[in-house]
C-alpha cells in the first residue's frame, strides 16, 4: 500500500520560500512506472498542479508556467522522499499543498497525501 | 492550456436519487478524463479513470462516459456518503488541469 506523509511549516512569511517534503512508503521516488508531483488548492477552488518529478534513465522535471520561475521540486532518493520549494511567496501562494503519484497509463493521481495547509502571511 | 468546465457548480439531491454531472475540455482529450470525489479536509480520490474506468473498490453506482471534450459522471441512487465535491482532470496534456468542481449537496 503506497503511502504519502506530508510535513512542513504552516505559515511563511511574504517574500521567503515554501519548503515541503513528501516521504513515500510503498514506493520508490525513483520508479521509472509513475511521477511524483505537488498540487495546491486554494479554499473553494479546484486543484492546481504546480509540478512533477520523474526517472527514466535519468531526471526530469515538469512544471506549471504559472510558478516555473520559482518552483523546484526535487527528489532524495537516500531518503525515498519528494520535496517542494517554491521562492518569493506572496498571500495568493495560500493554499493546501499535497503531493500525489501519477500513473503515466490511465494518466491519473492515484494516491495523495493529506494535504499541508499553507498560509503566507507576516 | 486545456480549460476543463464543470457543470453545474452546485446540486443538491436526495439520498435514493440519480445525479449526472458534466466536464467539457476545451479541446479534445480522447478519453484521458478522470474524476475524483473530495470530502472536506480530504485529499481527492479517484473514482472514475480514462473516462469510464471505475477505480478498484468504488461502488458500481458510480460510472462515467464520453469522449473528445464531452464527459459525465453518474451516481446510481444516492447513499450518504456520496454527498462531496467532485472534481474532474484531464491528462492528455500538460499543465495537468482540473474543473472548478461540483459541490453535491442533500437536499
Known amino acids: 500500500q503506497v503511502q504519502l506523509q506530508q510535513s512542513g511549516p504552516g505559515l511563511v512569511k511574504p517574500s521567503q520560500t515554501l519548503s515541503l517534503t513528501c516521504v513515500i512508503s510503498?514506493?520508490?521516488?525513483?520508479?521509472?512506472?509513475?511521477?511524483w508531483n505537488w498540487i495546491r488548492q486554494s479554499p473553494s477552488r479546484g486543484p492546481e498542479w504546480l509540478g512533477r518529478?520523474?526517472?527514466?534513465?535519468?531526471?526530469?522535471?515538469d512544471y506549471a508556467v504559472s510558478v516555473r520561475s520559482r518552483i523546484t521540486i526535487n527528489p532524495d532518493t537516500s531518503k525515498n522522499q519528494l520535496s517542494l520549494q517554491l521562492n518569493s511567496v506572496t498571500p495568493e501562494d495560500t493554499a493546501v499543498y499535497y503531493c500525489a503519484r501519477y500513473l503515466p497509463g490511465p494518466k491519473v493521481f492515484d494516491y495523495w497525501g493529506q494535504g499541508t495547509l499553507v498560509t503566507v502571511s507576516s | 492550456d486545456i480549460q476543463m468546465t464543470q457543470s453545474p457548480s452546485s446540486l443538491s439531491a436526495s439520498v435514493g436519487d440519480r445525479v449526472t454531472i458534466t466536464c467539457r475540455a476545451s479541446?479534445?482529450?480522447?478519453?484521458?478524463l478522470n474524476w475524483y470525489q473530495q470530502k472536506p479536509g480530504r485529499a481527492p480520490k479517484v473514482v472514475i479513470d480514462?473516462?469510464?474506468s471505475l477505480q478498484s473498490g468504488v461502488p458500481s453506482r458510480f460510472s462515467g462516459s464520453g469522449s473528445g471534450t464531452d464527459f459525465t459522471l453518474t451516481i446510481n441512487s444516492l447513499q450518504p456518503e456520496d454527498f462531496a465535491t467532485y472534481y474532474c482532470?484531464?491528462?492528455?496534456?500538460?499543465?495537468?488541469?482540473f474543473g472548478q468542481g461540483t459541490k453535491l449537496e442533500i437536499k
Open positions: 482532470q484531464q491528462g492528455n496534456s500538460l499543465p495537468l488541469t
Open positions: 480514462t473516462a469510464s
Open positions: 518529478a520523474y526517472y527514466r534513465s535519468k531526471w526530469y522535471n
Open positions: 510503498g514506493d520508490s521516488v525513483s520508479s521509472n512506472s509513475v511521477a
Open positions: 479541446q479534445s482529450i480522447s478519453s484521458y
